[in-house]
């Protein structure tokens, strides 16, 4: 048996990722599941003596409690923020989605769940022939869409949508991430985008300071584990 994947995606960089990743890492573990988590591809890294890391694979380790091999987690960690497949190309590295894959196996092999994040949004290039989208493709894992609640996400949302369904990958469901606090008419936006998406959001996460420590999202984990059945 082995476990089931989750791609966190989101409507764009900095919409909550990360925060919504690490709660439902941590919403599993407290449903009692055996939780692994990967942020495959990072740019935006911190040199240490064990090599590159970065603060998002950092965070879910650490939110998952997982004890596995950070190049495992990890395996292409570059050290500029900037998109990867550029910080590749700088590094001379191509980033293969096929060892990823074979990282994911391991992981599920051992997980009930492992919850894997992107960088950047649905489309963020990866190589100069290949996006994110192809390599949750090539996973065959469902995506779930972080909605940041900004200005523009009415639009992102739809957009990111329909190119998971265009990429032939299926839509878990989407969070509404609260990320910017001075977000006007929220609850009217949060109506908005249940009705466009046409699904009330499986979580719905306020702008709250110490949110990305503390968030555990168990009832969007448990609905997930459910939806999981039809994936
Ligand atoms: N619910 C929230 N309330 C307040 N701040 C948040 C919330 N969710 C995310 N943030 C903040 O927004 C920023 C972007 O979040 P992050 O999870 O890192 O986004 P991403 O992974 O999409 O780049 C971070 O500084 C994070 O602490
Ligand atoms: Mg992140």
């Given amino acids: 048996m082995t476990g ?5 995606t989101g409507t764009d960089t900095a919409v909550g990722k990360t925060v919504v990743a690490c709660g439902l890492a941590r919403g599993f573990r407290a449903h009692g599941a055996r939780v692994a988590v ?25 939110a998952a409690q997982a004890t596995t091999p950070y190049a495992l987690v990890n395996p292409y960690c570059f050290e500029p923020p ?9 590094a001379m590295i191509e980033v293969d989605i096929a060892t990823i894959r074979r990282n994911f ?19 963020a ?5 290949q996006t994110m989208a192809d390599l949750v493709w ?5 995506a779930l869409m972080v909605v940041g609640v900004r200005l523009g996400c009415l639009n992102h949302a739809q957009l990111t949508r329909l190119a998971i369904e265009a990429r032939g ?9 609260g990320v910017d606090p001075a977000m006007a008419r929220t609850a009217e ?43």
């Fill in 4 to 8: 089931r994947g989750i791609f966190v």
């Fill in 38 to 62: 990967m942020k495959p591809v990072a740019s935006g890294a911190t040199r240490t003596p064990e090599g590159l890391r970065n603060a998002d694979a950092l965070a879910l380790i650490e």
């Fill in 82 to 90: 900037i998109s990867p497949h550029i910080a590749a190309k700088e």
């Fill in 105 to 123: 196996e391991t992981l599920a092999a051992d997980a009930d769940w492992v919850v894997i994040e992107g960088a950047g949004g649905w489309f």
């Fill in 125 to 129: 290039p990866i190589s100069e022939r």
């Fill in 138 to 142: 090539a996973l065959a894992v469902p």
């Fill in 169 to 177: 990958v299926s839509f878990a469901g989407w969070i509404a991430s």
């Fill in 189 to 231: 936006n949060l109506a908005s985008l249940e009705r466009l998406l046409g699904e009330p959001a499986l979580a719905v996460a306020a702008c709250e300071p110490g949110a990305a420590a503390s968030l555990t999202l168990e009832a969007a984990a448990a609905r997930l584990a459910q939806r999981a059945i039809s994936f």
